[in-house]
């Protein structure tokens, strides 16, 4: 059975930071692309960050120069490191795997950054 499980979120006041884990289970993490997307309320979901296998990287125009995303195989963990946080940035937080016929989500987790 895949989980996906994100740990992390809360509230923080804008210019603050927060952690984002998300521990994985049931794959062969190395071999998924991971990401992390979010959602706000009446927006789409939308992609945040993305590490592939191979550790490449790739972030929305939002957040480049804010947020890092890393990822540990021996731990089957990946991390989102969010800096400089905005009010924009409240959303849910949601992890994800992928690769060519698979593709997961964990639960979600809160994100709310106060002015």
């Known amino acids: 059975q895949v989980q996906l499980v994100e740990s992390g979120g809360g509230l923080v006041q804008a210019g603050g930071s927060l952690r984002l884990s998300c521990a994985a289970s049931g794959i062969t993490f190395g071999s998924y692309a991971m990401g992390w997307y979010r959602q706000a309320p009446g927006k789409e979901r939308e992609l945040v960050a993305r590490?592939?296998?191979?550790?490449?990287?790739n972030y929305a125009d939002s957040v480049k120069g804010r947020f890092t995303i890393s990822r540990d195989n021996a731990k089957n963990t990946v991390v989102l490191q969010m800096n400089s946080l905005k009010p924009e940035d409240t959303a849910v937080y949601y992890c994800n795997a992928h690769r060519i016929l698979a593709n997961y989500w964990g639960q979600g987790t809160q994100v709310t950054v106060s002015s």
């Open positions: 590490i592939s296998s191979g550790g490449s990287t």
